[in-house]
């Protein structure tokens, strides 16, 4: 989609502004699928929790996706957009055993990722099928808060206690139809991916009711122009070759999955806001933006890098900016950033703002949740209000008049 395009939306719908490209996340999702077109059986979950508005489940869905969720609400959501429940896959962490039987008893599909749920969940239905999320204690990801594969994490089974494991699925009799890691986002390199699905490949041979593989996710996007990228088409080659190798020794064709969920939306959604200020002070010139972190948390949490364009003056002089929010703590989107120069009143563009963007936006300071738009057939469609004052209310009980005076 092009600048002109953006500009428009956000003169129409207002800022600040989420909006995602609906051909991009086709392309995306079919670029994936033709990576893998040597495997027989594959199937994409796409990692809702990266971008859940329902238009968004919705628009996958037709391409014949299904869902990863990690919440008892993914799953309802999920459900809410008309998935079946057999095309969605609950991957939690740390969550209660009720909750795992409300969602078994959805008909979703369980993966569990700790001996204790299992023994307990495996002692009450010996014959629901069962996935198991392994550690396979592989360090990747992009940065700390986002490298779950690793010894010191508490995502998944470790390797190291499969014997355990295997104990537990033969005395509770259960039926393990899956295994399942993902070690991290951001992975650049493709050997990673190869060397932890060695470990899968070798943690399978444990089980011998095996429907599936689920390789889970973690490919790296290109954050601006000329960025480096996981190499999905060879990763396929790679991959699918190891794969079908496998299911010939393990003597049936199993299906492999992945739940990408950066892969399929980040490059998608572009998170437009307005320059409230230029402020020039004595070390960097400050273009203050009606937004903040409460909108876009990935600069200050994971120190991500969105590339920003200046859409409303793209043609002007370079100049350096630090771009900041409205947020009453510090609350930095890029420092030293060269952007066109920018006059109060400009639109920026942040790129990449489709993946852990609007998902990991919230109230803080009271302000409003942005309205989400998706951009189809050349036409912008709102698939999220803007918030109003009433949206901040909800929920909240006052106390009685008489309470309040001392
Ligand atoms: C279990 C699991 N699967 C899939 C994903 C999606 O990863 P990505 O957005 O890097 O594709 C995540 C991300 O946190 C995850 O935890």
Redesign the pocket.
């Known amino acids: 989609m092009q600048s002109k395009d953006l500009l428009q939306l956000a003169e129409q719908f207002g800022s600040p502004l989420y909006v995602y490209d609906a051909e991009k996340i086709q392309s995306q999702y079919n670029r994936l699928s033709k990576a893998f077109s040597k495997v027989n059986k594959l199937r994409i979950n796409y990692?809702m929790?990266?971008l859940s508005n329902v238009a968004i489940l919705q628009l996958l869905k037709e391409m014949g996706s299904g869902l990863?969720t990690v919440s008892i609400q993914e799953v309802l959501l999920g459900l809410h957009a008309g998935y079946e429940p057999d095309k969605i896959f609950y991957?939690p962490n740390g969550v209660s055993l009720e909750e795992i039987e409300e969602v078994n008893a959805m008909g979703v599909q369980i993966n569990i990722d700790n001996l204790s749920i299992l023994e307990q969940f495996g002692t009450k239905y010996p014959n629901v099928p069962v996935c198991i999320r392994i550690n396979p204690h592989v360090m990747a990801g992009g940065n700390a808060n986002?490298s779950?594969g690793h010894i010191d994490s508490k995502f998944g089974i470790s390797v190291h206690q499969l014997p355990h494991l295997v104990r537990i699925v033969e005395n509770t009799k259960m039926n393990i139809v899956g295994i399942h890691m993902?070690t991290g986002?951001?992975i650049l390199d493709i050997e990673v991916f190869l060397y932890a699905a060695e470990i899968l490949f070798d943690a399978a041979k444990n089980f011998k009711n095996l429907e599936f593989l689920d390789f889970?996710?973690?490919?790296k996007v290109p954050y601006k122009k000329d960025d480096i990228e996981t190499n999905i088409e060879e990763l396929g080659k790679k991959l699918s070759k190891r794969f079908n190798a496998f299911c010939t020794e393990y003597g049936k064709e199993l299906t492999l999955i992945f739940?990408?969920?950066?892969?399929l939306v980040s490059e998608a959604g572009y998170f437009l806001a307005k320059v409230n200020v230029v402020k020039q002070t004595t070390s960097t010139v400050f273009a203050g933006i009606d937004s903040g972190f409460n909108h876009l948390i990935r600069p200050m949490f994971y120190g991500s890098q969105h590339h920003i364009e200046n859409i409303s003056h793209p043609k002007g002089k370079e100049r350096f900016y630090s771009v900041v929010g409205y947020i009453c703590e510090t609350d930095t989107f890029a420092n030293n950033r060269r952007i066109t120069e920018i006059k109060e009143g400009d639109i920026l563009s942040f790129r990449n703002a489709g993946?852990y963007c609007f998902s990991m936006a919230s109230n803080y300071n009271s302000r409003y949740k942005p309205a989400e738009v998706l951009w189809m057939n050349g036409k912008g469609h709102l698939i999220r209000a803007h918030e109003t004052f009433e949206d901040i209310l909800k929920n909240q009980i006052p106390l009685p008049i008489a309470a309040t005076t001392v």
Do not use: C, L, N, Q
């Open positions: 990692a929790k990266a990863d991957t986002i779950v993902h986002s951001d889970g996710s973690g490919f739940e990408p969920g950066k892969f993946a």
